[in-house]
């Protein structure tokens, strides 16, 4: 009986260990996957406003930094940054035309059957500015504007990626981008469409 026990503690230590082992190696093949690639994009395109949006600006030309990066198995981690200066649609007094910053963070999924078309999304947090005179800043403020003072909004994104030309070190491709601002009374929608070229770095 005495053995019986010390056969049966051996075994499941035995067990516990090889769990051990195999959960070890399982978080070190997604350890080793996080972050094994590192790639840095430039970005250039043109932006189109949908909704309330087209009464009030015109189509703004684009341009933008990004980094992708390994995150898990099937899936990149994505920074962009963008910068668009948007024009008022037809003649709006004292106002010349609104600067924007863009920040996104977001994933993108490596789908096999759509490969080499990738799809994402993920968040993203916009600064605006009025580009105005100094002289007319009490004009902005007696009508309660804010764009004049900076204005942050966030919302969220889907992209569709697509690689059109690939060499060992560098990708070109298309990227097409919407996105929605949830500032309310009501949401902004916009749609990007433009070309990039990314490099890897390791």
Same mark, same amino acid.
């Given at each position: 009986m005495k053995n019986l026990k010390v056969a049966l503690l051996l075994i499941l230590s035995l067990a516990a260990c090889a769990l051990a082992q195999s959960g070890a190696s399982e978080t070190l093949a997604v350890d080793?996957?996080? *972050?094994?690639? *590192?790639?840095v994009s430039i970005e250039g395109g043109e932006k189109y406003p949908f909704g309330n949006l087209v009464d009030a600006v015109d189509n703004a030309y684009y341009v933008g930094l990004g980094a992708r990066y390994a995150y898990w198995e099937d899936f990149d981690g994505i920074i962009l940054f963008q910068y668009s200066y948007f024009e008022p649609h037809g003649k709006v007094p004292h106002i010349y035309g609104v600067h924007e910053v863009s920040g996104k963070l977001g994933l993108d999924y490596r789908w096999k059957l759509i490969s080499p078309l990738v799809v994402g999304a993920g968040f993203l947090c916009n600064w605006n500015r009025a580009d105005y005179d100094e002289k007319n800043r009490p004009h902005f403020e007696s009508q309660g504007g804010t764009l004049t003072d900076n204005e942050t909004e966030f919302g969220w994104f889907a992209?569709?990626?697509?690689?059109?030309?690939t060499l060992e070190n560098y990708r070109a491709g298309l990227n097409v981008l919407w996105e929605q601002v949830w500032t309310l009374p009501e949401r902004s929608n916009m749609l990007s469409v433009g070309l990039y070229v990314e490099r890897r770095l390791w």
């Open positions: 080793s996957i996080a *972050f094994s690639k *590192f790639y992209r569709l990626n697509l690689p059109v030309f």
